[in-house]
């Protein structure tokens, strides 16, 4: 069973930044998409950044300029760095990766709160 753990929240003032780690227990050299979610309290999830096969990586509008996806494949491992973070971005997010049909992952989360 893949397993997806993520890791690096918590809370940072407006402006500060914070990098989220997700470890994956597969390979993800072959993975057909991987990315990062986010929920905020009261409100639907949402994709922040995440990148497909194809090789295109994806962020939300808000997030553009601000966070940078990444991912180590000889870690199994993906990132988000987080800059110049808004009390907006406060949410549980959650990283989730694509191995094919029935094998659609997600982590359990991680809480960054944004706020003075």
């Known amino acids: 069973q893949v397993q997806l753990v993520e890791s690096g929240g918590g809370g940072v003032q407006p402006g500060g930044s914070l990098r989220l780690s997700c470890a994956a227990s597969e390979s993800i050299n072959s993975i057909n998409a991987m990315g990062w979610y986010r929920q905020a309290p009261g409100k639907q999830r949402e994709l922040v950044a995440g990148f497909t096969s194809g090789g295109s990586t994806l962020y939300a509008n808000s997030v553009r300029g601000r966070f940078t996806f990444s991912r180590d494949n000889a870690k199994n491992t993906v990132y988000l760095q987080m800059n110049s973070l808004k009390p907006e971005d406060t949410a549980v997010y959650y990283c989730?990766?694509?191995w094919g049909p029935g094998l659609e992952v997600w982590g359990q989360g991680t809480l960054v709160t944004v706020s003075s």
């Open positions: 989730t990766g694509d």
